[in-house]
């Protein structure tokens, strides 16, 4: 499976401001997930991120709150836009498993974001 | 549509003592099923998955699940309940059909009590 690292691991932000969390991954991928869970809650898929195309993004995200990139197939970024404190979440990022474990996804370890 | 229900938001268990964490999923597709866990302050691991192949479907750490389509139930066993178990369980479902949709029960919060 690959190995998936998100930064920063936590931060503490302004009401306000943005925050971009970047997410890597040690082998090639075609598709990356964004997800968010809410203190207590569980995963909500924010949006698929594949290389070369504009993201995807389920009911109840938008571009412009959640914009993010994917610039190769090893990388990507969300960013949680002029933030509030219901955006105090774990957002995390996750790749489909190799050829033959397509249906499989992993996860980074995310990253815990605090809103004050 | 598919969606994916955890019968019990917290269950309580000694330790040495069996664990069973239900889920139940409706899934227009053959689905894939998985559980992952979550342990506090962690990312989400996968535990085991089912895509048709063995109903029953043995997992890492001693976790086992079972498929059962007559009941459309993949619960989460194992015999014996470790303190290092307790975490949160999430059962998921998923369908490949063209593009990935997955979808995530709301969890399980397992304590293991010494």
């Known amino acids: 499976s690959a190995v998936i690292s998100q930064k920063p691991s936590r931060d503490i932000c302004q009401r306000g401001t943005s925050l971009t969390i970047q997410c890597q991954v040690d082998?090639?991928?075609?598709?990356m997930f964004w997800y968010r869970q809410q203190p207590g809650q569980s995963l909500t898929l924010i949006a698929t991120a594949n290389q070369g195309s504009e993201a995807t993004y389920e009911s109840g995200f938008v571009i412009d709150k959640f914009p993010i990139s994917r610039p190769n197939l090893t990388f990507s970024t969300l960013t949680v836009s002029n933030m509030s404190p219901e955006d105090s979440s774990i957002y995390l990022c996750?790749?489909?498993?190799?050829?033959?474990?397509?249906?499989?996804?992993?996860f980074g370890p995310g990253t815990r974001l605090t809103v004050l | 549509a598919q969606s994916v229900t955890q019968l019990d938001s917290h269950v309580s268990v000694s330790e040495g003592t069996p664990v069973l964490l239900r889920c139940n999923y409706s899934s227009s597709y053959s689905p894939s099923l998985f559980w992952y866990v979550q342990h506090p302050n962690k990312g989400l691991q996968l535990l085991l998955k089912?895509?048709?192949?063995?109903?029953l479907v043995k997992g890492i750490n001693g976790f086992e699940a079972e498929f059962k389509k007559s009941e459309t139930s993949f619960h989460l066993t194992k015999p014996s309940a470790h303190m290092s178990d307790a975490a949160e369980y999430f059962c998921?479902?998923?369908?490949?059909?063209?593009?990935?949709?997955?979808?995530f029960g709301t969890g399980t919060k397992l304590q293991v009590i010494p």
């Open positions: 089912y895509t048709s192949a063995a109903t």
């Open positions: 996750s790749v489909e498993g190799d050829r033959g474990q397509m249906d499989t996804q992993y």
């Open positions: 082998s090639q991928v075609t598709m």
């Open positions: 998921v479902v998923s369908y490949s059909g063209g593009y990935q949709k997955v979808t």
